[in-house]
């Protein structure tokens, strides 16, 4: 069973990758983002404080992931609150054997600790990143598109926080694994990433036919 583990920063580019990989490598998708929006989601409803470990772990615990497909989790503020629930050592623990028994079947993961906590034995790891203000313009468009009111300013600086947040908790903070290809996306256009992906990918399958 093929498992392709993608970490990286918010909007590098790694969703629209992993979507297109799992598409041309006929596996499952998981964007592990989705579960972590959709706990700060159940917290920001029953109005409790993502701060509260106990509370976003009960959250965690009765996600059953017919949550996932609500276009709310898309939005800037559910980010945020994900970020701050996703510290917990006790959310993580609870998404922890969800995630792993959907890469059972052989899929594609993306989200921040694919390759060193949920997946470290996947075939192919990457690590995507780009420049802060060129992710914040990306991610200013998508919200922006849809029909969010939001300036860039505040974009950028709810991504700094963001980032500040996941690479320096305790728990199973960003970071690329040791073996993970890393891939600047800055100076890239979706396709060239996806080709560049492609190539790593068929040089380790290839050899296995
Ligand atoms: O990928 P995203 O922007 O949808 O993720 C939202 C938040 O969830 C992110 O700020 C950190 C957290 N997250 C995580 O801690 N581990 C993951 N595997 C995926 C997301």
């Known amino acids: 069973m093929t498992v392709i583990a993608i970490d990286g920063t918010f909007a590098s580019g790694k969703g629209t ?3 297109r990989l799992a598409d041309h490598y006929s596996l499952a998708y998981l ?3 989705k579960l972590y929006r959709a706990v700060g989601y159940a917290v920001m409803q029953a109005d409790e404080d993502p701060g509260n470990a106990r509370h976003a772990a009960k959250a965690a615990k009765a996600l ?4 996932l497909d609500n276009p709310i989790l898309k939005s800037g503020e559910v980010a945020v609150t994900a970020s701050k629930v996703a510290v917990h050592p006790e959310v993580r623990q609870a998404l922890f054997n969800f995630q792993r028994d959907f890469a059972k079947r052989g899929a594609v993961l993306d989200g921040r600790d694919i390759g060193t906590v949920i997946c470290p034995d996947a075939d192919v790891k990457f690590y995507v990143d780009a420049k802060s ?3 914040a313009k990306r991610r200013h468009l998508e919200l922006t598109g849809y029909g969010e009111d939001i300036s860039f300013e505040t974009v950028l600086a709810q991504l700094i926080e963001r980032d500040e947040r996941d690479k320096n908790r305790k728990e199973a903070p960003l970071k690329a694994a040791d073996d993970a290809h890393l891939i600047e996306t800055s100076e890239m256009g979706v396709d060239e990433v996806f080709e560049t992906a492609k190539r790593i990918i068929d040089a380790v399958l290839k050899p296995r036919d």
């Open 133 to 135: 203000e060129i992710r």
């Open 31 to 33: 964007d592990t983002g």
């Open 64 to 67: 059953t992931g017919k949550e």
């Open 17 to 19: 990758l992993a979507k």
